[in-house]
């Protein structure tokens, strides 16, 4: 297969997974997952090309644990229990895209209990279901928190991203379709392939240098792209 084919196979696993959001309700809002996430990364035009990315696919991680024929997220809100699908998802998209993709989704999460702790009147916007997830993921940050947060790489971002997130529950709004996506995501699956194959690293996949994934410092990123570039070739699936 060569560079394009896996750029093509990469781009079909992702939007095949989009799409079997398909008929997914999202959490008791009056959107469907699928629509909720074409509104936030239609709201993102004008972001970085990073974010639109990962406005587009920011709840991904709900949709890639979705046993067949049941409906994960709701489920696991129905059982009182969070899914951590902010994790899951960045790992799941990491194996194509950089931090500045996966770091606002990881995040996306943390950032609602960030904006509900430091914001006044925040709180009081959240739809009815994020506001028992919110709950379910720990309630308010704590001042040490805060300042954990807003030391992160990209914790900025994905306070930017939790806004779009919110604003992308309107029932009665249209948004483009993945289609519209479709060039933006194959420039950066692109500029994966060609950064693997300057690394000496073959295919598209691969997931970012696991120091700065552990440690979330953007110094620790620029440092292991200096040193190491020590990508982890995942199989795609
Ligand atoms: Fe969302």
């Not at 899914?83 to 799941?92: C, I, L, N, Q, V």
């Not at 806004?163 to 995501?185: E, M």
């Not at 692109?190 to 194959?197: I, L, Q, V």
């Not at 696991?210 to 440690?215: C, E, H, Q, R």
């Amino acid at each position: 297969m060569n560079g394009s084919e896996r750029i093509e196979q990469a781009l079909n696993t992702i939007e095949e997974t989009f799409y079997a959001a398909e008929g997914m309700a999202y959490l008791g809002e009056d959107v469907t997952m699928i629509q909720h996430q074409l509104q936030a990364g239609a709201l993102a035009v004008g972001c970085s090309d990073a974010l639109v990315v990962a406005s587009l696919l920011h709840d991904i991680g709900h949709v890639i644990g979705r046993p067949e024929g049941e409906d994960h997220a709701v489920q696991a809100l129905t059982n009182d229990r969070d899914a951590h699908h902010d994790a899951s998802g960045a790992r799941w998209l990491s194996r194509w895209f950089a931090p500045d993709v996966t770091e606002p989704v990881r995040l996306h999460v943390a950032a609602k209990r960030y904006l509900v702790a430091t914001e006044p009147g925040y709180a009081t916007k959240l739809s009815e279901a994020s506001a028992h997830t919110l709950r379910l993921q720990g309630g308010p940050m704590s001042p040490q928190q805060v300042q954990e947060f807003e030391a992160i790489a990209y914790a900025q971002d994905a306070v930017t991203l939790r806004r779009l997130d919110d604003a992308a529950k309107d029932g009665t709004r249209d948004a483009p379709g993945f289609d519209a996506h479709r060039d933006l995501l194959l420039m950066m699956l692109a500029n994966t392939a060609e950064r693997n194959s300057a690394h000496g690293v073959a295919g598209t996949t691969a997931a970012w240098c696991a120091i700065t994934l552990a440690t979330n410092d953007r110094s620790a990123d620029d440092a292991c792209h200096e040193r190491c570039f020590r990508w982890e070739v995942v199989e795609p699936g």
